[in-house]
């Protein structure tokens, strides 16, 4: 099984602490979770890619609104969409983040960017609160306020080696 680390100068604080333990556990726990469920399937046009979430049991579409988009000049990618709706599914806490993580996991490897690279979106300044600002694998900050309390977000990917299976997860459409 592989494992997944946080940024590297905090890599010696946070092993010695247990932190990377329970980091490593989460997403370990949480993407075979969000696999027995459900499927996550993709289209790509270009440098945009679809992702579609269905019941793994039913067939049923759970979500379509899924986008992920390939910056060519800086590098990096534009997460436009990311509702996966699994929030009005029974037991699903903490499957959005695994989708989340795995959306962009398999985006950067489809646009063949290197092992790290920045992630922007813009989003509600309570859903970055509640959600982004916790996703501890991508360190999403503030880049600037918008108006009507939308934010636009910064953070950044890195490859790790987490769960052995990622490729096989995310299927074509």
Known sequence: MQHLSGPSFYLPY???HGFITLQKN???QQIPRLNDRFLLTFS???TCMEYFLCNRHTGKQISKTL???HEVFSGSLYVSRFYPELYRQINCK???AACFYLMVHHAANAFQLLD???VNLETDKAVFLQFYARLQDFNFSIRYARPADKVCLTGNYRKNSLYTEFDNIIQAH
């Open 26 to 28: 989460f997403l370990n």
């Open 67 to 69: 986008i992920v988009s």
């Open 44 to 46: 790509r046009d270009d």
């Open 116 to 118: 790290t690279c920045r």
């Open 14 to 16: 946070m092993e010695q």
């Open 94 to 96: 903490y499957l959005s």
